[in-house]
């Protein structure tokens, strides 16, 4: 790797150098690496073929999860949240007993592991609100819901300087990463002020298909906002906005008698 010198500066290809565009600066390198060709056929690489294949599968499940929150992570999400969500989906691939090594999948796996992920690397759930919540829900009746109990907000929440009010949000979400579909129930609490005074308890209902056999993700979070004039601005500082997912739940089929 070269950092590129003098006025005019290049972005492309010629011959065997690429020039480019880092946050490093404009820089050069020679092409490398091996013929694609070889990669998919060579016996040599069936381990690259193999890896590669999973790591697709993880990020495909990754983008599901994301497109199924995706009203959420628009003020809740850091840049990188599809590299660290794909590689805890890895994880749970990896975890698949049933299936060899590059047919493993993420719905096979053990997707509790990306129960208490968090889409703000930044503002952390845990990090966030302090006090408690229970997640509930019934399969059969097709209904979620998350409770909290009375608290005092400005002794039970880190929240951003200029912070006047706050929103609790929740959304759920049944997740079919085979057929790459998914369902979306939002709920949210009213604008809770930010004082000395104790709110609550607040419950959050979520409702999806009775005696749904999917995946069940549960996303819970808060939003924080600033009162100006009557009026409820959402605060710029994305920083403090946390989104985690708090209930991972895999439809198990129980044996007949």
Do not use: W
């Not at 010198?5 to 880092?22: A, E, P, R």
């Amino acid at each position: 790797m070269a950092r590129q010198k003098g006025i005019i500066k290049l972005q492309g290809t010629i011959g065997d150098v690429s020039f480019y565009k880092s946050k490093d600066g404009y820089l050069a390198r020679e092409k490398g690496g091996v013929d694609g060709d070889r990669i998919k056929n060579d016996p040599a690489f069936q381990r690259t073929r193999e890896n590669g294949s999973e790591f697709g599968r993880a990020g495909k499940a990754g983008k599901l999860i994301r497109t199924a929150f995706r009203p959420l992570l628009l003020k809740t999400s850091d840049s990188k949240v599809a590299s660290r969500l794909t590689k805890q989906l890895m994880i749970v691939l990896q975890s698949d007993e049933d299936n060899s090594r590059g047919e493993r999948t993420v719905s096979n796996g053990n997707l509790d592991l990306i129960q208490g992920f968090d889409f703000n690397a930044a503002g952390r759930l845990e990090a966030t609100l302090y006090a408690p919540y229970e997640v509930s829900f019934d399969r059969a009746a097709g209904t979620a819901s998350i409770d909290i109990p009375e608290f005092i907000p400005a002794n039970s929440l880190a929240y951003p300087q200029g912070a006047t009010h706050l929103k609790m949000v929740a959304a759920l979400s049944e997740v079919n990463f085979e057929n790459d579909e998914f369902t979306f129930n939002l709920a949210e609490s009213a604008d809770v002020e930010i004082g000395n005074v104790a709110t609550g308890p607040l419950e959050l209902d979520l409702a999806f298909n009775a005696n749904s056999e999917e995946v069940l993700l549960v996303a819970f979070g808060i939003d924080f906002y600033q009162s100006v004039n009557g009026q409820m601005y959402a605060m710029k500082n994305g920083g403090f906005n946390c989104l985690a997912l708090v209930e991972v739940d895999k439809f198990v089929q129980l044996p007949e008698n």
